[in-house]
């Protein structure tokens, strides 16, 4: 192995925590990964880590050793991209991590179309609601729909996430339409998250703030069956417009209290700032935001159905 690829293996072992992980994640035997540190500490004349049973630490060596590497690693990654442009071949594995009903909905077209741009890249996709740690677990890359707090990642807006109030015509039909917000706190409510989530919030045409807790019927932490919920007649349901649009276009389910406005989240591409960001994670998270936009296709289609009827 050269230089650069023993650099690369004591980051990623430094990233992953020990020895351990850093296999685990390299699908590696510990052995191979340990005497390969092992080369790497005797050729430098020093140690880089202290193991022990239970953990492992950087030595004052290490961490200067481990501060180098990743500028090393960064700018020659950053010559090879500078030096092959956009006709670049991508190789290795790129190991992401999505949200379930977003990533299924909106990112299959957009893997497909990425793949078949850079057929030599593999990809291992976690299709998963759950908050993965990305280090622990060896993520190159995430996809998070949130407002982000302070953190060790480092992150890139790819688009913006509208939501939308809305039930089905039958509902309504039985139930009457709500024109405002005090109509709106007369019907069933299907919520989504289980602990408390806390009001909705949303603005009038003057631009207040008004938050309001409507009366739930049912409570979920899976935004497909609400909508399915919604979709069978059960009450008025708040949901991201990615998730509902293609019911809202099929006339399943009709928006209401569309005068007022939500406030807006965003979806983002998240990283390791740990971590030199490598080609193919720069260019897969270009593709994804180039291919949504500030304004996404499932918002604008529903914004051209309702202007133009």
């Known amino acids: ?150 953190s060790s990642l480092r992150a890139r807006r790819i688009t913006t996430i509208r939501h939308v109030l809305c039930a089905s015509p039958s509902y309504l039909e039985q139930n009457g339409e709500p024109r405002d917000i005090t109509q709106l706190l007369n019907h069933e409510y299907l919520e989504y998250g289980l602990l408390n989530p806390g009001p909705i919030k949303l603005f009038d045409s003057g631009g207040q703030l008004h938050n309001i807790n409507l009366n739930t019927k049912i409570k979920a932490n899976n935004g497909d069956f609400l909508k399915d919920m919604a979709i069978r007649g059960h009450g008025v349901t708040f949901l991201p417009t990615f998730l509902v649009y293609q019911s809202i276009l099929a006339g399943q389910l009709k928006p209401v209290c569309t005068q007022y406005r939500f406030p807006e989240i965003h979806a983002y591409a998240v990283y390791p700032q740990t971590r030199y960001l490598s080609l193919r994670v720069r260019k897969l998270i270009d593709f994804v935001a180039d291919t949504f936009g500030e304004e996404p296709y499932w918002d604008e289609m529903i914004r051209s159905r309702f202007c133009s009827s």
């Open 1 to 150: 192995m050269g230089q650069l690829e023993d650099m690369a293996l004591f980051v990623r072992i430094v990233d992953a925590g020990g020895i351990g992980k850093a296999a685990e994640q390299l699908n590696l035997a510990k052995s191979a990964v340990s005497r390969r540190l092992n080369e790497l500490e005797n050729r430098l004349g020093t140690q880089l880590l202290i193991r022990t049973t239970r953990k492992s630490s950087l030595t004052d060596a290490g961490i200067s050793f481990y501060q180098m590497a990743i500028n090393i690693l960064d700018d020659v990654d950053a010559m090879n991209t500078q030096i092959s442009g956009a006709e670049a071949t991508l190789t290795g594995t790129l190991k992401v991590t999505v949200p379930l009903s977003f990533g299924l909905l909106h990112l299959n077209d957009v893997f497909d179309a990425f793949h078949r741009l850079h057929p030599q890249l593999a990809m291992q996709v976690d299709f998963s609601d759950r908050r993965a740690d990305l280090i622990e677990e060896g993520f190159e890359l995430g996809i998070r729909i949130a407002r982000l707090k302070d």
